[in-house]
């Protein structure tokens, strides 16, 4: 359980960090947003669907994750 979470705190931390500073001023806004949010977005999906399949399946939660 801990490598989803992981993985969502820390690409959301780097696309922020790209947000910030207002990084790549000469690329189109639409274009910056797509490629700053895009990995962000599908990450996340990936890891709630990843979180989602061991509660659904076996009835793990984070809290009753094994390894805690």
Known sequence: MVPPVL????VWGMA???VIPG????VPAG???LF????PVALTA?????????RR???LTIRAAPGR
Request: hydrophobic share 50%; charged share 15%.
């Open 31 to 33: 274009a910056r947003a």
């Open 7 to 10: 993985a969502g705190v820390l």
């Open 57 to 59: 399946l076996h009835g």
């Open 23 to 26: 990084a790549h001023p000469q």
């Open 36 to 39: 700053t949010l895009g990995a």
């Open 16 to 18: 922020l960090l790209d």
């Open 46 to 54: 990936l890891a709630c669907w990843e979180m989602h399949r061991p």
